[in-house]
């Protein structure tokens, strides 16, 4: 039997099939639902409750260990744990260090640029140079050394002919100066620039110094001695009239002495570099000072202190 045999219209007699099917579906849907729904209520179990939650303190211990000693493996911060009565899992520590977002120790002991920087500071100096044009112009160049740690000018130097016999002697006038130093250099640092030859990185390495280059048109791998730079333009240079090479000598050493000796800081905690000292004790004003102005290279920079 057909839908033609019913006589409907030709939109019923073309669309039937498809209405009986679609009805079926939904017969076959409900029935299916109330079926799951009477097999849900039948086998419930009662609510168990998971894993509980790890302590925060164990979190924070875990993830300071991972920190502070970024070499060290799950299974050894386990162990380190268990030294001091602490039991947890490897698979435990592996979760708390992905939830705060810590790579396994082979990724997190790469060392970057920056990190290696501040490991060696206390041993590292960075050398560059800059130049300065005359008022006749005529080009002077300039030669620096500057300690990464305590972000002090160790040497100055100008020429206006910097020839390899000429740089050679600046690094042995500079290891010279650093004889009394506590801690000896062990790197040097410097761009890839040609002046840097004749001999001049064979004298630090005979002093047992390692000397490390910038990769070509990489400014910020140096970028302690391009500050300087920035710093002794904008507070100093770029404020004169340079006219020979016995004034700018003159102008370096005394802005040298005031970078070094006044100049606060903030990598050093606003201090000097030559009172970067941790252990040195800040100073009390008294209840209503009177200051005293120096004036440095014709009243261009200030200083003040308390007048007697």
Same mark, same amino acid.
């Given at each position: 039997?057909?839908?033609?045999?019913?006589?409907?219209?030709?939109?019923?007699?073309?669309?039937?099939?498809?209405?009986?099917?679609?009805?079926?579906?939904?017969?076959?849907?409900?029935?299916?639902?109330?079926?799951?729904?009477?097999?849900?209520?039948?086998?419930?179990?009662?609510?168990?409750?998971?894993?509980?939650?790890?302590?925060?303190?164990?979190?924070?211990?875990?993830?300071?260990?991972?920190?502070?000693?970024?070499?060290?493996?799950?299974?050894?911060?386990?162990?380190?744990?268990?030294?001091?009565?602490?039991?947890?899992?490897?698979?435990?520590?592996?979760?708390?260090?992905?939830?705060?977002?810590?790579?396994? *120790?082979? /990724?997190?002991?790469? @060392?970057?640029?920056?990190?290696?920087? #501040?490991? !060696?500071?206390?041993?590292? $100096?960075?050398? %560059?140079?800059?130049?300065?044009?005359?008022?006749?112009?005529?080009?002077?160049?300039?030669?620096?050394?500057?300690?990464?740690?305590?972000?002090?000018?160790?040497?100055?130097?100008?020429?206006?002919?910097?020839?390899?016999?000429?740089? *050679?002697? /600046?690094?042995?006038? @500079?290891?010279?100066?650093?004889?009394? #130093?506590? !801690?000896?250099?062990?790197? $040097?640092?410097? %761009?890839?620039?040609?002046?840097?030859?004749?001999?001049?990185?064979?004298?630090?390495?005979?002093?047992?110094?390692?000397?490390?280059?910038?990769?070509?048109?990489?400014?910020?791998?140096?970028?302690?001695?391009?500050?300087?730079?920035?710093?002794?333009?904008?507070?100093? @240079?770029?404020?004169?009239?340079?006219?020979?090479?016995?004034?700018?000598?003159?102008?370096?050493?005394?802005?040298?002495?005031?970078?070094?000796?006044?100049?606060?800081?903030?990598?050093?905690?606003?201090?000097?570099?030559?009172?970067?000292?941790?252990?040195?004790?800040?100073?009390?004003?008294?209840?209503?000072?009177?200051?005293?102005?120096?004036?440095?290279?014709?009243? @261009?920079?200030?200083?003040?202190?308390?007048?007697?």
């Amino acid at each position: 039997m057909s839908w033609r045999s019913f006589g409907g219209s030709r939109g019923e007699r073309r669309f039937g099939p498809w209405i009986g099917r679609s009805s079926r579906r939904s017969r076959e849907r409900c029935r299916g639902g109330w079926h799951r729904q009477l097999v849900g209520r039948r086998w419930t179990y009662p609510h168990r409750p998971g894993r509980p939650p790890f302590d925060r303190r164990l979190q924070a211990l875990v993830v300071r260990l991972a920190r502070e000693n970024p070499g060290w493996g799950y299974r050894r911060i386990v162990g380190e744990l268990r030294s001091l009565g602490i039991c947890v899992s490897a698979t435990s520590v592996r979760t708390i260090l992905l939830r705060h977002g810590l790579r396994p *120790a082979p /990724q997190r002991d790469e @060392l970057s640029w920056r990190n290696f920087l #501040r490991q !060696q500071a206390a041993t590292t $100096l960075a050398c %560059d140079f800059f130049t300065v044009e005359t008022a006749w112009l005529k080009r002077i160049y300039v030669l620096f050394f500057i300690s990464l740690e305590r972000r002090r000018v160790e040497l100055v130097a100008c020429t206006a002919n910097p020839t390899g016999a000429w740089v *050679a002697q /600046q690094a042995r006038n @500079l290891l010279m100066n650093l004889d009394d #130093r506590e !801690q000896p250099v062990r790197f $040097l640092i410097h %761009d890839r620039d040609a002046k840097f030859g004749g001999g001049f990185d064979q004298v630090f390495t005979s002093e047992g110094v390692t000397v490390i280059r910038t990769p070509v048109r990489a400014p910020n791998a140096n970028a302690h001695a391009e500050r300087w730079v920035g710093s002794a333009r904008r507070e100093c @240079l770029d404020r004169l009239l340079i006219f020979s090479r016995r004034q700018l000598e003159h102008v370096l050493d005394v802005y040298t002495r005031h970078y070094n000796q006044h100049r606060p800081h903030r990598a050093l905690a606003l201090r000097p570099p030559e009172q970067a000292d941790g252990n040195a004790q800040p100073l009390r004003a008294p209840p209503f000072p009177q200051l005293k102005r120096i004036d440095l290279l014709g009243g @261009l920079i200030h200083e003040y202190e308390h007048a007697a």
